[in-house]
């Protein structure tokens, strides 16, 4: 999780908070998968799913592309690669969420996992982190 503050300084980068779109709060994530808050807060402890503090109130969200199955599974993994590389949480996020016209799928590395890309995701993330 980050403590970052998620506005542009001016740049012409966008915000984590816009770059990502659709976050779910801890509360939604428990719901949506049908466990405790403890649980998700587990999830992120453990680094299974990555959140951010969202928003003027600093929710505590995480990306709602996240809990798609086929991006789930791989997410893990992912985050391992990009971390061991030095990136943390929020960089993890925007390249994660930032589009990549380079990549086998037109979009994000994230719709690359969704499409069942994980190794060329891995390899790139690989090439970014080193």
């Not at 908070?17 to 779910?24: D, H, I, K, M, P």
């Not at 599974?73 to 929020?90: E, N, P, Q, S, W």
């Not at 380079?102 to 090439?127: C, I, Q, S, W, Y």
């Amino acid at each position: 999780m980050t403590d970052q503050p998620d506005q542009t300084d001016g740049s012409a980068e966008p915000s984590l908070e816009t770059l990502v779109g659709s976050w779910l709060t801890v509360p939604d994530v428990a719901e949506r998968l049908g466990i405790a808050l403890s649980a998700v807060r587990r999830l992120i402890e453990d680094r299974e799913l990555l959140s951010a503090r969202i928003g003027e109130r600093r929710i505590v969200s995480v990306p709602e592309q996240f809990l798609e199955e086929d991006v789930f599974r791989h997410l893990r993994g992912t985050f391992t690669v990009l971390a061991d590389g030095g990136l943390g949480d929020d960089e993890i996020l925007r390249w994660l969420f930032t589009p990549d016209p380079t990549l086998r799928v037109p979009g994000t590395p994230v719709d690359n996992l969704a499409a069942g890309f994980k190794t060329e995701v891995r390899r790139r993330a690989m090439e970014q982190a080193f």
